[in-house]
C-alpha cells in the first residue's frame, strides 16, 4: 500500500475520542456559545430524536430557558425535560473557546415509585399507579370539559 492509500483509510477511520464517546451509555452532546448543538455521540443521536447536531439547545429540551453559562456558574448539575418528556440530570464540563460539553443521566428518582406500581407479571400498572395517573390526567385540564368514562377489568 502507498502512502496514499494509507492516508485514505485513516481519514476513514473514527478518532479515538469518537470511538469513546460512541460506546457510552449516557448522552454526551457539545453546545456553542450561541446555545447550537455541535456534537451528538449514539446515545444522544438515539434518545433524543435522531441527527440532533445543528439544532439549538431549546429545540431538544424546549422547557429550557436559562442560559447554560448563567447555570454554570454555581457549578451544580441541573435537570432538563425532552421533547420526548424524558428527564435528564445535566453536568457541564469546562467552557472553552469551542462551548461546552454536557453529560446527560436519566433522571430515575421516579423509577422506584413505578416499578412498585407495576404487575410484575404483565408490566401493567397496579390500581393505585392507575388511579395516580387517571388524578393527573383528569386535573390537567381541556379533558374537564368533556365526559370521561373509564371501565378497569380486574385480571386476578
Known amino acids: ?3 496514499l492509500h494509507l492516508a485514505v483509510i485513516e481519514s476513514r477511520l473514527p478518532s479515538s475520542s469518537d470511538v ?3 460506546s457510552l451509555a449516557h448522552p454526551v452532546l457539545t453546545v456553542d ?3 447550537e448543538l455541535t456534537y451528538a455521540n449514539a446515545s444522544a443521536q438515539v434518545l433524543l430524536g435522531g441527527w ?3 439544532l439549538r439547545f431549546t429545540d431538544v429540551f424546549p422547557d429550557h430557558k436559562e442560559p447554560l453559562d ?3 456558574t454555581d457549578g451544580k448539575p441541573f435537570m432538563v425535560t425532552s421533547k420526548a418528556h424524558a428527564r435528564y440530570r445535566v453536568f457541564l464540563g469546562a467552557s472553552s473557546v469551542a462551548g461546552r460539553a454536557l453529560s446527560l443521566f436519566p433522571d430515575d428518582t421516579d423509577a422506584s415509585s413505578v416499578t412498585i406500581d407495576e404487575d410484575e407479571l404483565t408490566g401493567l400498572l397496579k390500581r393505585n399507579g392507575l388511579n395516580a395517573g387517571l388524578e393527573t390526567a383528569l386535573a390537567a385540564g381541556p379533558i374537564l370539559t368533556r365526559r370521561v368514562a373509564t371501565h378497569c ?4
Open 70 to 72: 448563567r447555570l454554570a
Open 20 to 22: 469513546l464517546l460512541d
Open 153 to 156: 377489568i380486574d385480571l386476578d
Open 33 to 35: 456559545h450561541d446555545g
Open 1 to 3: 500500500m502507498t502512502a
Open 52 to 54: 440532533i447536531v445543528g
